[in-house]
């Protein structure tokens, strides 16, 4: 029990003090591929996603990694450790990667969409899209594409991995 408490606390360490640095070190040009085998499994499904929003003229680099830290503080200060390992990458941290960090955890794909859905919630809060005061009509995919993320990969992280192409 006590050796489990103590990996929740590193895990939700490690997406609070780590994760804004993680996504500054060197990344190439072809980073979907790359990060395939290593955050995600090798085999990963696709489809396109057309969003009814559009690229806001403030999405930055700087904005999505805003995003991302916003929505792992959001997580890191709920009563529990982090279920999930959210970080952009790509030369633009254009590429949103969603990892679950827990075995039984998002194990289909639907069971994947379904925490998209709740993490639609979890993004309005987040300063960026407070300012924008966005309509409640987007969800989670159109807000990556608002952001400027032209991908989003989520996966159990142990069985399968699946993006979305955010047009």
């Known amino acids: ?31 979907s591929e790359r990060h395939a085998g290593y ?5 990963v499904t696709e489809e396109h996603y057309v969003s009814h929003a559009q690229k806001i003229p403030a999405a930055t680099r700087e904005s999505r990694l805003a995003f991302v830290s916003g929505v792992a503080k959001s997580a890191s200060e709920r009563p529990y450790p982090p279920q999930r390992a959210m970080f952009a990458k790509g030369d633009d941290a254009n590429k ?3 990892v679950s960090l827990y ?13 998209l859905a709740m993490m639609t919630g979890v993004a309005r ?5 407070r300012d ?19 991908e989003l990969t989520i996966s159990d992280g142990r069985t399968y991995a699946h993006r979305f192409i955010l047009e």
């Open 132 to 150: 924008l005061q966005v309509e409640s009509i987007f969800n989670f995919l159109d807000f990556c594409k608002m952001l400027g993320f032209t």
């Open 96 to 98: 949103l990667i969603v």
């Open 103 to 115: 075995d039984n955890h998002m194990t289909t794909l639907a069971q994947a969409r379904a925490i």
């Open 39 to 43: 955050y995600y499994p090798e085999s």
């Open 1 to 31: 029990m006590k050796r489990s408490r103590h990996l929740h606390i590193a895990a939700a360490l490690w997406i609070v003090v780590a994760l804004p640095f993680a996504t500054l070190l060197g990344q190439d040009a072809d980073a």
């Open 125 to 129: 809060t987040t300063k960026i899209l």
